[in-house]
Nanobody, 126 residues
Framework: QVQLVESGGGAVQAGGSLRLSCAAS????????MGWFRQAPGKEREIVAA????????QYADSVKGRFTISRDNAKNTVYLQMNSLDPKDTAVYYC???????????????????WGHGTQVTVSS
């Protein structure tokens, strides 16, 4: 059974930082591209960042560039999202996702991701 389990969410004041983790288990994720998405109340799920297997290609949504950093440790089957300078607009449920499709073409298309975590809540207060 494939599982992606997010952790590290919580409540923080504006300007603060959080580090999200996503642990993958149940199969090998060799070659998989990993992504972080988020969904705020009443809004569609949107891409935040994505990273290829080798970490050679990384993409960020414009709204988080310069503030968020995605990384992965393949030996631990874990992907991270370091979030700095958090803003109340970053408040959302954050989801980890994995796809077998290589590279980052159409990296923000949710239907192209094969596995999803259940999400972790991030709340940023002003």
């Amino acid at each position: 059974q494939v599982q992606l389990v997010e952790s590290g969410g919580g409540a923080v004041q504006a300007g603060g930082s959080l580090r999200l983790s996503c642990a993958a288990s149940g199969r090998t994720f060799i070659g998989y591209t990993m992504g972080w998405f988020r969904q705020a109340p009443g809004k569609e799920r949107e891409i935040v960042a994505a990273i290829t297997w080798s970490s050679s290609i990384i993409q960020y949504a414009d709204s988080v560039k310069g503030r968020f950093t995605i990384s992965r440790d393949n030996a631990k089957n874990t992907v991270y999202l370091q979030m700095n300078s958090l803003d109340p607009k970053d408040t959302a449920v954050y989801y980890c996702a994995a796809r077998a499709r290589p590279g980052l073409e159409d990296w923000g298309t949710t239907r192209l991701y094969d596995y999803w975590g259940h999400g972790t809540q991030v709340t940023v207060s002003s």
